[in-house]
């Protein structure tokens, strides 16, 4: 199973952002967080990671609590395109997907 | 932008037959993977490659899966004799480095048939 917990699924608004939380707080210190989507019936796709500091990268923003027990991945400006399944995932390697959290992007 | 390849897309075949999977990895990546994700269900690893040989492989990778990379650029993933169960879509990944450095990039799949 998943060392990560994601909420089911999210609704949000084309152009606003989008806060994906994701708690993992059996996370060991060196380990990583890792965020992937899938879009319908397309292979997932590697959006972004991180260890301790915040990062940002042209898909998204990642910022990870002070603790490492959890972190939020942000969609700066929902699009339609954006309506996935959201996977938080630790560690890396072997990756472990849940069921991840669905997120509806709507006019 | 590189990426990774999967031939065929789709792939029907009878139950006993034979298949295998075809895959491009991105040309300067070390890391190898195949994953599964059966309709409806989680996307479930299958088997990691470095080096010319296996890294990790999961439950499922039993005898009738191999893989193999014949000719370096291709990496591929045989099943010996397909079952029903074996239906799925198969994704291939590849990662310039194992965990902590980099992510992994996934080809489109094949959606295999067993019947």
């Known amino acids: 199973d998943a060392n990560t917990t994601q909420p089911t699924s999210m609704d949000c608004a084309e152009g606003r952002a989008a806060n994906l939380p994701c708690n993992h707080s059996t996370i060991s210190g060196n380990e990583y967080v890792y965020w992937y989507r899938q879009i319908h019936s397309q292979g997932p796709q590697y959006i972004i990671h991180?260890?301790?500091n915040n990062e940002t990268n042209e898909m998204a923003s990642l910022i990870i609590t002070e603790d490492r027990k959890s972190s939020t991945l942000i969609l700066p400006h929902a699009t339609l395109r954006d309506t996935a399944v959201y996977y938080c995932i630790s560690p890396g390697g072997k990756l472990v997907f849940g069921a991840g959290t669905i997120l509806r992007v709507k006019s | 932008e590189p990426e990774v390849t999967q031939t065929p897309s789709h792939q029907v075949t009878q139950m006993g037959q034979e298949v295998i999977l075809r895959c491009v990895p991105i040309?300067?990546?070390?890391?190898f993977y195949w994953y599964r994700q059966i309709l409806g269900q989680k996307v479930e690893f299958l088997v990691s490659f470095y080096n010319n040989e296996i890294s990790e492989k999961s439950e499922i990778f039993d005898d009738q899966f191999s893989v193999e990379r014949p000719d370096g650029s291709n990496f591929t993933l045989k099943i010996r004799s397909t079952k029903l169960e074996d239906s799925a879509m198969y994704f291939c990944a590849s990662s310039v480095s194992t965990s902590g450095l980099r992510g992994q990039y996934f080809g489109p799949g094949t959606r295999l048939l067993v019947l």
């Open positions: 991180g260890l301790k």
């Open positions: 040309s300067n990546h070390l890391y």
